[in-house]
Structure formats: structure tokens, C-alpha cells
């Protein structure tokens, strides 16, 4: 079975304190690993796909990264407004249809 | 941008009441799905919809759940008979292919009472 495991479940930061949320994933074989930015009520927002290890990809203050058995989402220099729950999610490939295994996201708040 | 769309934004219905959310996905993609996010838990996968059939269900999408594409443009989740279990945000998502990301709704929340 996918499992997705992400911590820590809740980081508290001052506002310009860079830190990292971790995503461990455990799939038959990975299509594709996903981040999210979840705002209260509302739908998850993309952020990132990482096909493969070793890839990277930015936007901003976030960095994606991705290991063989986990995803790394590094924010520098954080910023009030990036107060959010970030999510990871998995596509297993096979013959799943693009279904997306998440993890219990990370609850990110920053203090100005 | 294009966007997913979803209403209602809100519904409460009594149990036993039968629901249709309402989904609007990005046009020129081609996979759809249902998740659901009970509160303060993991958002859930229920159901994929490819080429106008289910392709993938999850344990969740029992016989009182039902999808339909019955336009171009629409695609639908029926619950037949709600339960108070039912009560969660339900997102609708699409996809261009496979792999690539899905887009998410801002999710209908359904409370039942």
C-alpha cells in the first residue's frame, strides 16, 4: 500500500527563520511526487512536481527537493503570507489512473 | 488561468437526503477525480473518470456514491442516501495527462444533519 508520512505536523517560525518540511513516501513506483499549499477552506493550490531523484525545483521562496525516499520543501526566508498546510502527495503509476496518495500535511506558521 | 470550478460552496441536507455536487473542470483536460477531506484529516481519494467511465474507485465510493460526465463540460458526484459520516470538504480535480499535476476546486462543503 502507498503511504505518504510528512513532518513535522505543525512548525511554528519567525518571520526570515529558513527551515525544511519533509515528506517520506513509500510507493510500487513513483510517477510523480506533488506539492500543495492548502489555505484554510479552501482547495489545494499546486506547487511543484518532481519526477525523479535528484531533481530540484523552485518558485520564490520554496525549493523542492526529492531523494528516492523523500521530498524535502525548503523555505527561506519565510514571510507571513506563507502561513499554510503544506501538502505532499504521490502518484503511484501502475494502474492507478492518476490517483494521488497524500500525506497529512504540515502546518506552517510564521510570526512577523 | 483556468481554473477547476465546484458548487455549491456550502450544502446541508438531512440524512437519508440525496446530494449532487457540481464540478467544472479545466477544459482541455482529460482526467477527473473526487477527493474528500473530513476535517482536520488527509484529503482521501474517491474516484477517477476517464474517457467517460470510472477508471479507479477507492473503498470509500460505495453503491451510494455515483459520478457522471452528463455534458462536455460538467462532471458530477451523487451521494444517494447521506450519512453523517458523509460530512467533509469534497474537492473535484483535473488532470491534462497522466503524471502530470491535477488542479484542484475550492471544494463544496457538505454537512449533514
Known amino acids: 500500500e502507498d503511504q505518504v508520512t510528512q513532518s513535522p505536523e505543525a512548525l511554528r517560525l519567525q518571520e526570515g527563520e529558513s527551515s525544511s518540511l519533509n515528506c517520506s513516501y513509500t510507493?510500487?513506483?513513483?510517477?510523480?511526487l506533488f506539492w500543495y499549499r492548502q489555505d484554510p477552506g479552501k482547495g489545494p493550490e499546486f506547487l511543484f512536481t518532481l519526477y525523479s531523484a535528484g531533481e530540484e525545483k523552485e518558485k520564490e521562496r520554496l525549493k523542492a527537493t526529492l531523494t528516492k525516499k523523500e521530498s524535502f520543501l525548503h523555505i527561506t526566508a519565510p514571510k507571513p503570507e506563507d502561513s499554510a498546510t503544506y501538502l505532499c502527495?504521490?502518484?503511484?503509476?501502475?494502474?492507478?489512473?492518476?490517483?494521488?496518495?497524500f500525506g497529512q500535511g504540515t502546518i506552517l506558521t510564521v510570526h512577523p | 488561468e483556468p481554473e477547476v470550478t465546484q458548487t455549491p460552496s456550502h450544502q446541508v441536507t438531512q440524512m437519508g437526503q440525496e446530494v449532487i455536487l457540481r464540478c467544472v473542470p479545466i477544459s482541455n483536460h482529460l482526467y477527473f477525480y473526487w477527493y474528500r477531506q473530513i476535517l482536520g484529516q488527509k484529503v482521501e481519494f474517491l474516484v477517477s473518470f476517464y474517457n467517460n467511465e470510472i477508471s479507479e474507485k477507492s473503498e470509500i465510493f460505495d453503491d451510494q456514491f455515483s459520478v457522471e460526465r452528463p455534458d462536455g463540460s460538467n462532471f458530477t458526484l451523487k451521494i444517494r442516501s447521506t450519512k453523517l459520516e458523509d460530512s467533509a470538504m469534497y474537492f473535484c480535480?483535473?488532470?491534462?495527462?497522466?503524471?502530470?499535476?491535477?488542479?484542484f476546486g475550492q471544494g463544496t462543503r457538505l454537512t449533514v444533519v
Open positions: 502527495a504521490v502518484d503511484a503509476g501502475g494502474t492507478s489512473y492518476g490517483k494521488l496518495t
Open positions: 480535480a483535473s488532470r491534462r495527462g497522466g503524471g502530470t499535476e491535477a488542479f
Open positions: 510507493v510500487s513506483g513513483l510517477r510523480g
